[in-house]
């Protein structure tokens, strides 16, 4: 079983910047598949980020690109998402997501995480 809880969420001005942690229990930690993604009232869950075991190869998508990074600490179980020039739609509820497999490409669909954390909530201002 592979528990994640986040943290780092809360209200920011746009233009700024906020870091948000996942910390994932696990002794495979180094092996698995992270992503991030977020979701707003009313509509699906949606990719955000993903890096593989290695930390060796990441995705963002589109909407995200050149602002947000995804890493990795294998020593701290943690990875992180480093958000800069955040946007008012860019406010969401950040989920963090495992994959215990170890990919060559880290996945963007949410079937292919099968463990979740609770999710920690971006706010930003406009």
């Known amino acids: 079983q592979v528990q994640l809880v986040e943290s780092g969420g809360g209200l920011v001005q746009a233009g700024g910047s906020l870091r948000l942690s996942c910390a994932a229990s696990?002794?495979?930690?180094?092996?698995?598949?992270l992503g991030w993604f977020r979701q707003t009232p009313g509509k699906e869950r949606e990719f955000v980020a993903a890096i593989t075991w290695s930390g060796g190869s990441t995705y963002n998508a589109d909407s995200v690109k050149g602002r947000f990074t995804i890493s990795r600490d294998n020593a701290k179980n943690t990875v992180y998402l480093q958000m800069n020039s955040l946007k008012p739609e860019d406010t969401a509820v950040y989920y963090c997501?495992?994959?215990?497999?170890?990919?060559?490409?880290?996945?963007?669909?949410?079937?292919?995480?099968?463990?979740w954390g609770q999710g920690t909530q971006v706010t930003v201002s406009s």
């Open positions: 997501a495992a994959d215990p497999l170890p990919k060559k490409y880290p996945s963007t669909a949410t079937t292919m995480y099968p463990y």
């Open positions: 696990g002794r495979t930690f180094s092996s698995y598949t």
